[in-house]
């Protein structure tokens, strides 16, 4: 969250910290610095873009072929006549998901990462500077299809959108729990395929969402068939006006697991500073 | 798989606290990971190694401390310790708990040999 204040020091793991003198010539700084920070000031640099020209920023995580990119043509043929839509699309390789975007009329900017599974702060402010955010209503990031890692990297984005295809079973958010935890949405795709599998249980699925704490809603879809498409567009529409009245009080919008952070950080009393200093420190 | 880059990150932070405090060499790094922090220690650790040739941290030791996914219980205040994909309060079973503890990914501290 922020880099300095320490605000991932939760009152879970505080009380461990001791302090204890330096020995042999050996002094032990106490940092508490989250790992991200660098991605996280990057992060909330983005937002700030974001929130300057008022774009409801929508980060769509998912295993690879989860089906983000169809999901992504199929909104944008309903929206695309009464908003302003743009796609950052990532993949590690291929311009494919960027030109079926191009395709539907709409701006794109394919970000390919090479090596790296997943999209972070710098590379989406990268990208930024390639496309115009002005008049934007509606800017989607498709992210690597990656279970894994895209879930630990804030980019600055207002909600996480998470797919699992029903090919994938009901049990992914039990094996993926960092992901999953991270969902503001859940949306069960390719619900066309479902008469042909005997063991995927929208049901179940959302009972292990529920198990990791999360109460996100769950919309199950389609976008060969257009089932559920409708529920999904009304999310939208009604993400994008709660985002706009938090505009209008000078709040923003933050995905989900970033906003735990923000909920310890506004609690008085639960957050510390802890300065680097000469004191030795034992964890 | 970004245990790289978050090695570049941590070595960043590590060379400029040990410049700071005009350090000869790093002892030892700590760090807190919890289940839910999305990192692997063992890929960390492998990271690690390739990253810290020719720095101030070339021999210093990565300690990992592995956090307990705690939650807190909304309606029932119990505090309880969970594996990572069940954070369900073990008093009441409710799922409308918060996370206390497991997501962090800290540079929790550093031990340097400094000069005098
Ligand atoms: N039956 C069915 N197939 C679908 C649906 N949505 C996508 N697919 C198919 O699933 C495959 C992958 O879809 P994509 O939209 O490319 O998936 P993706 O998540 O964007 O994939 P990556 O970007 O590579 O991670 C394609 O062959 C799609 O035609 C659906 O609703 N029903
Ligand atoms: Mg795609
Ligand atoms: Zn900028
Ligand atoms: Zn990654
Ligand atoms: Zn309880």
Redesign the interface.
Known sequence: MCNTCGC??????RPQVLAEKPKN???????????????NQQAEHNRAHFDAQKVLVINLMSSPGSGKTALLEATIKRLRDSLKIAVIEGDLETENDTKRIQAQGVPAYQITTGT???L?AHLVHNALHHMALDGLDLLFIENVGNL??P???DLGHHRNVVLLSVTEGDDK???Y??MF?AADLMLISKTDLLPHLDDFSPPSAEQ?L????N?AQVITLSSKNGEGLDAWIAWLHAEIDRYRSLLLSNQTQRPK?QL?GQLLHATPGKTKFYP?S?KA??? | ??EL??CD??L??VVA?AA??N?QSV?SI???IGA????EPALLETAFALIRVGTVAEQAELIM?T?PV??LCQLCGTQSEVV?????CNACQS????????????????????AD
């Open positions: 991932n020091i939760t009152p879970g793991n010539g050996v002094t032990t700084i106490s940092v508490l610095q989250n790992l991200l920070s660098q991605n790296a599974c997943h972070d894994v890692c879930a630990s990297f958010p039990a094996k729990p960092v935890r292990n529920h198990n990791l704490a109460d697991v735990d680097v000469n420190v034992h964890i | 798989m970004h880059s978050l990150d941590l960043s932070q606290i700071q405090h350090a002892e700590t760090l807190q839910l922090a999305g990192v401390q956090v705690t939650v990572a994909n069940l954070l369900l799922h409308e708990t918060s996370l206390l503890s497991g997501d962090q990914l800290i540079l929790a501290s550093v031990a340097l040999n400094c």
